[in-house]
């Protein structure tokens, strides 16, 4: 009767270790599985991220690639500040920005945090407007977009 006890004791955990270590083997691919969907979710929404930054760096080439004379346009507006074409020109510009990024609004800035021009029909942008230079390669005026 001791043996037959020993017998099944032995049995029961021959078996509740078979059970363990099919279950953990079962387990762990499951496991791995969910991991290895997590990465992918991760690399698809890096992948994403880097695509929509390309996209705004295209919109940057295209934006202020056209035309070359930009910057003399934006030296024009500040010698001739109630010049209607000089403005009209720049709010151009900055209105293909918008449309390039899907931006709400966006200004041109002079070092100094004045808005020489700006597509925000309030405020919408003057509280985010910096003091003085921001270092971007020594510009005197810098375009400033919110998104």
Known sequence: ????????????????????????????????????ALLRAVVDTKASAVERWLGERRGDARVWSEPANLAARVDSLLAEPGNPEHREILLERLRLMLDAYDYEAAMI???????????????????????????????????????
């Open 1 to 36: 009767m001791v043996k037959r006890f020993l017998s099944l004791i032995v049995v029961a955990v021959l078996l509740a270790g078979a059970g363990g270590a099919l279950f953990w083997r079962l387990e762990s691919a499951n496991a791995e599985q969910r991991a290895i």
């Open 109 to 147: 800035v002079a070092p100094g945090g004045t808005i020489i021009l700006d597509t925000a029909p309030a405020n919408v942008l003057r509280d985010g407007v910096g003091r003085g230079h921001d270092g971007l390669g020594g510009a005197d005026v810098l375009p400033r977009f919110a998104a």
